[in-house]
């Protein structure tokens, strides 16, 4: 996160307790020995809590870890034993490095690995594709009958540049006949 690391001896005595008090007040502590603590501020889109620091953005449960443990060393990331990305109970988080929280993601079965074929994005794979393989042949077969570009491009509502890199297989090369 780059910038993101708070210099706790720049701030005041009377600050951090005006930051400890707002930090808080974001903070939904539920009962029980294991309960989380959720954080019921904003939230960056990958779901993780947010809490501003003047001008930083920064992750709420790392904040929570500075709060109780004081620094973060460099290149460790604060990992959740509970796996809620809300949760800023300090007792919750632990230091590991990438590698460690990937262990960890495995040892409770929560990474998903995906090996379904990805769909294309070439031709018809394509959500933003106009035509279809259909009327990619029917172009060629026109273009080659003597129906001029600017005509195909009329009638299959497409640029005169595409039906020439159609008509040269410049693009859709899977429906070359």
Known sequence: MGKSKIDWCDE??????ELRRR???YVACHEGQDACWLWQGGCFTNGYGQFR?????????????????GAIPKGMLVCHRCDKKG???PDHLFLG???DNIADMDAKGRRVVSRAPRPSMQGEGNAAAKLTAGSV??????????????????????????VANIVCGRNWRQTNA
């Open 97 to 99: 490095t990438q590698k």
């Open 12 to 17: 005041t005595e009377q600050r951090l307790l």
């Open 23 to 25: 930090f808080w007040g």
């Open 137 to 162: 042949q029917m172009i060629r077969s026109f273009h080659a009958g003597g129906v001029s570009y600017r005509q195909l491009a009329k009638t299959f509502r497409i640029s005169c540049s595409q």
């Open 87 to 89: 949760c800023v109970r």
């Open 53 to 69: 620091v003047g001008a930083q953005k920064l992750r709420a449960h790392r904040f929570a870890w500075k709060l109780f443990y």
